[in-house]
Nanobody, 119 residues
């Protein structure tokens, strides 16, 4: 059983920065594509950023140039560095990873960490 635990959220003023962490336990993230998603009140969950096992990254247009996703396989952790934060970045941020065990796909999510950006 894989567990993903996010941390690092909080309240920050517009223009500020936060770094989110997603620590995995139960299995290594090596070779696993990981991602960050967010859900604002009354809105659907949306993709923020993904990173492949080969460190190829992909970002939502709304965060390009401001957010950076990176991974430390030795620490079994994925990060999201968020700079130049805007009030519209306010949401619960969730970590995601997809593992395959004995040919079966398992989609794991963390419980989320709240990010609130004040204007």
């Amino acid at each position: 059983q894989v567990q993903l635990v996010e941390s690092g959220g909080g309240l920050v003023q517009a223009g500020g920065s936060l770094r989110l962490s997603c620590a995995a336990s139960g299995s290594s993230i090596r070779g696993i594509a990981m991602g960050w998603y967010r859900q604002a009140p009354g809105k659907q969950r949306e993709l923020v950023a993904t990173i492949t096992s080969g460190i190829i990254t992909n970002y939502a247009d709304s965060v390009k140039g401001r957010f950076t996703i990176f991974r430390d396989n030795a620490k079994n952790t994925v990060y999201l560095q968020m700079n130049s934060l805007k009030p519209e970045d306010t949401a619960v941020y969730h970590c995601n990873g997809v593992w395959y065990f004995v040919g079966k796909k398992y989609d794991y999510w963390g419980q989320g960490t709240q990010v609130t950006v004040s204007s």
